[in-house]
């Protein structure tokens, strides 16, 4: 549990102890005031025990309590009063049975709480798991996805240094654009990577805010278009007016993300269709494109950074490697899903974010103020 | 253009510093570099510059300290340049006096149109023309009439107020936080829902397509853009 240092525990257990007999003792003796009852007495400190066995460490206090309950009950409330006699018929039973229920149930109590803590620790060890495999496959998908635009690069500025005298004005700009291609896919990867370290490392939960859907989609799709202009996007959000909660710069990362892929991906250049709705619970973003559809087998792991089919040349660098895990990172972090199916012309990546609690529901109507 | 516009540029790397440097000076600005907060402050001082390029992040000092200071003794146009995923910097920036923000990498043509903006604003000052014309988006600020394509827009009070402040400053980004005040009072309310809803029913009057918008554009994180006149 804590780091208390034993002495520190030790004085917690006592106080805690004499408390709970304290109190015992304060309720009992009014009760025997009262009514002369000395059953009531024996449950009061039973009680007292039971409690101090549960609020405390380790099996001691339990049984010190009991001991004391037992010298207590002797001592205060059976005749003679104030002073030990352990020679009355049927007494000694009497005290023997407490001490041993006591015993019991703080070895029970003690016995439960180690095993909580055991569990716990289990807990613990499986959520670092878990994020430790998060971390590998994302270090994988990187590594991978950053390698080989590097690699086209320093590949076509090299030859472009070494063979200035031989390239014709052609091919110059054939490299020089390649340069430019993989220069800017690499800056996504990073903007992509930048955005994850605003996943909370503790939580891995993400600050949100109310953001109103129609602000947040359009202003992905205008930062899209800002990228690929020759891509067609046809929006579609809902008529009324809805605030989600969501960190609204890494929404907009996802989306773009899921609207890159439909563009590099579908191997088709119809409009891809990007659509928002909301239920009574989610918001849901449909992003779909109308090409050639995922292979089937991979679409259980899309979102595991580890998306090369074997057939696949490993040089195809705008793999959806980092991107779609990155996607999945963040949507988990806002406690929504996201997955990815066929329909009967393509590919659809629909993920959902929970409404929370709706503030501003359907306010369209114009006041005046 | 008869004389050659200034700009100071305090920028600590190298390679983004002389690029810059080169675009502007291909624009015949006159294009005078700063490395650190200190040096640039500085120059501003001695140079009186037409426009400010300011990296945030500087080695020696913060980028925000530095449009204070600009801030207590000119209107310089300040232009900040920023990595996109600090958006609560751009928006420190901006209500410390900024005029607008670039977000790295930039192309070109946006570097010099945000540039040429900055300039023009600083430029009209108070007496600022009565009409602002975008696209089919016509406001007549004296009538306080909004037509597009020649049809009349009914907006209430405060969405007039919004537009009008928008389209006063075209082009450039107006923060949540600036906006609330100028319409609700400088004790307005932590929260800016309100805002956010006056924008959608302004949104829904104004644009053909809500979910395309062509004239007021959302900054994430920051704030509105109106589009520029045209």
Redesign the interface.
């Known amino acids: 549990m804590s780091s208390d240092t034993p002495g520190k525990l030790f004085f917690k257990n006592a106080v805690i102890t004499a408390l709970f007999l304290l109190l015992a003792t304060a309720v009992a003796y009014l009760f025997f005031r009262i009514s002369n009852n000395t059953t009531n007495v024996v449950i009061l400190y039973l009680l007292a025990t039971v409690l101090t066995a549960k609020e405390t460490d380790g099996y001691l206090p339990g049984i010190a309590a009991s001991v004391v309950s037992v010298l207590l009950i002797n001592l205060v409330f059976t005749y003679p009063y104030m002073s030990l006699n352990f020679t009355l018929d049927g007494y000694p039973f009497t005290f023997l049975g407490m001490l041993v229920i006591s015993a019991i149930t703080s070895t029970l109590t003690a016995h439960l709480k180690e095993q909580n803590k055991i569990l716990q620790k289990r807990d613990k060890l499986l959520m670092e798991a878990e994020k430790e495999k998060m971390r590998a496959n994302l270090l994988r998908a990187v590594s991978h996805d950053l390698r080989t635009p590097l690699t086209s690069i320093i590949g076509a500025s090299s030859s472009y240094l070494e063979n200035t005298g031989s390239l014709n004005e052609a091919d110059k700009r054939r490299l020089i654009q390649a340069i430019d291609d993989d220069a800017n896919w690499l ?1 996504h990867m990073v ?1 992509n990577l ?2 994850v ?2 996943i909370s490392d503790q939580t891995a939960g993400v600050k949100t805010t ?3 859907l ?6 992905a ?2 930062r899209f278009h800002k990228r690929l202009p020759q891509a067609q996007v046809q ?3 809902p008529d009324e ?1 809805v ?1 989600v909660p969501m960190d ?2 890494l929404i ?1 990362q996802v989306l773009i993300n899921l609207l890159e892929n439909a563009v590099y991906h579908s191997g088709s250049s119809q409009p891809i269709e990007l659509q928002a709705e909301v239920t009574e619970t989610d918001a849901v973003f449909h992003v779909r494109d109308f090409g050639t559809g995922i292979d089937p087998q991979r679409l259980g792991g899309l979102f595991d950074g580890d998306t090369y089919s074997p057939g696949e040349s490993s040089d195809s660098h705008k793999g959806m490697g980092i991107g779609l895990s990155i996607c999945k990172t963040i949507i988990t972090a806002h406690h929504g899903t996201i997955w990815a199916q066929n329909h009967s012309d393509g590919a659809e990546f629909i993920f959902t974010l929970p409404l929370g609690e709706q ?2 529901e359907s ?2 109507d ?4 | 253009m008869n004389r050659k516009l200034t700009a100071i540029l305090i920028e600590d790397e190298v390679n983004i510093s002389s690029l810059i440097a080169t675009i502007l000076t291909g624009e015949s600005y006159k294009v005078l570099t700063a490395h650190t907060g200190k040096e640039g402050l500085s120059l501003i001082t001695s140079q009186c510059p037409d426009i400010i390029l300011l990296d945030l992040g500087l080695p020696d000092m913060d980028g925000l300290q530095i449009i204070r200071k600009v801030r207590e003794f000119s209107r310089i146009p300040i232009l900040v340049i920023s990595a996109r995923t600090q958006e609560e910097e751009k928006v420190q920036a901006l209500d410390c006096g900024a005029d607008d923000y670039i977000t790295k990498p930039f192309g070109t043509s946006e570097l010099l149109a945000r540039i040429r903006t900055a300039l023009r604003h600083s430029q009209r000052s108070s007496a600022s023309e009565s009409v602002y014309r975008c696209g089919q988006l016509t406001i007549d600020f004296e009538k306080r009439l909004i037509t597009r394509g020649g049809e009349e827009i009914h907006l209430t009070q405060i969405e007039y107020k919004l537009v009008s402040l928008l389209a006063r400053q075209a082009g450039k980004v107006l923060t949540y936080d600036y906006l609330m005040r100028q319409i609700w009072g400088p004790y307005s309310d932590d929260n800016n829902q309100i805002l956010r809803v006056n924008m959608a029913h302004i949104r829904r009057k104004l644009e053909k397509n809500p979910a395309e918008p062509e004239y007021i554009f959302t900054e994430i994180g920051v704030g509105y853009r109106m589009k520029e006149e045209t």
Request: aromatic letters at 10%; proline letters at 6%.
């Open positions: 800056l903007e930048l955005s370290t605003r109310l953001e109103p129609e602000e947040v989609v359009p202003a799709v205008s929006v579609q959000i007016f605030m609204a710069t907009e503030i501003y306010e369209t114009s006041h005046s103020y």
